[in-house]
């Protein structure tokens, strides 16, 4: 029985479900500020962690480049790529396990059209706890799951 | 009556080009002052070259518009080897404004081959070397960048430039030729495979790029 407040018992709320998250990559942007700088260094750890415990990435409207990844900042999850013109093997390397060629849009409304019908219309999935992490941002996120880590 | 590089300008503004960033020389300086001229556009002038394809790149990535920019020839276009990469990787849809050497002069002391330096990077060359299809050229490297998303590079002798512009056709935007094509519709098997792996994630995530902010995306109401 680990100690209340141990790192033994941190551990199950680290690996605990949580709400599903959205990255609008930068990779190909340039970064125009100092600020924009910080928050990246602030939250790269949390979101390097998140990454890799990532079972399923849906990735909408992204080429799935080397730079967003390739397979190495995910390489356990199954990954979904939704994209009008998807290539299996994209900078050396396997892009994605499934390929929805699609416009995103319409892509992503396919798939929640799909999520409806077998979770019930505008049902989440009861493990996706769409208010965890609810109002606060992401780098509070990000000290938080460095807190929980360390 | 015009010359040809008032023509080229106003082509450049009809295909949506509202701002240029540009580094001037021989090879691009009266492309770049009519197109300096003309009304709602601005020129942005920079101290590299490098820095005008990657200030194009981020105007791009920040208003989603048509991304412009201008060098010389020779020296001027060979310090594009890094920028130019940078936005072909990046699928952006970009024209780079270059001056060739004269190709009426019988020696030149800037003339290089820019067709591979650039293809090289993974952009497109157009070498536009005949007057009455300048246009053409125009309008081809536009529906390359934008139907392809892919920087061009569009090479035009700069004694070419100088010639007056004998047609008074209006100019046809590349935007009339993209096929309609509607947006494209996914498998439904497929997405049922992808519904099926959803519904049994733990820790899903979601990742957005660009073609997210293309499919018109916006805040839920």
Known sequence: ?150 | MSKLYEALAEAFLAEGVDTQFALMGDGNMHWTTAFAHLPGVQTIHVRHEHCAVAAATAYHSATGKIAAASVTCGPGLSQLMTALPAAARARLPMVVFAGEAPINAKFYNQYIDQAPLVTATGAHYIAAHSVPRMLDHVREAFHIAKYERRPVVLGIPYDLQKVEHTSNQPYETSAIYYPKVGRIHPDPVIVAEAVERLKAAKRPIILGGRGVLRAGARKPC
Request: net charge neutral.
């Open chain 1, 1 to 150: 029985m680990p100690a209340p407040g141990s790192r033994a018992e941190a551990q199950p709320t680290v690996a605990a479900p949580c709400s599903p998250t959205l990255f609008l990559h930068a990779a190909s942007l340039t970064i125009t500020s100092l600020r924009s700088a910080a928050l990246a260094a602030t939250s790269r750890r949390w979101r390097m962690e998140l990454f890799q415990s990532a079972d399923v990435v849906l990735a909408v409207g992204t080429s799935l480049s080397y730079y967003v990844g390739g397979g190495h900042y995910f390489a356990k999850a199954c990954t979904i790529q939704v994209d009008d013109a998807p290539r299996g093997l994209r900078d050396g390397q396997k892009a994605a396990d499934i390929y929805v060629k699609s416009d995103a849009l319409v892509g992503v409304e396919a798939i929640l059209v799909g999520l409806d019908k077998v979770l019930g219309s505008g049902q989440t999935d009861p493990r996706w706890d769409p208010h965890e992490g609810a109002g606060t941002s992401h780098r509070d996120r990000a000290r938080r799951f460095d807190a929980v880590r360390d």
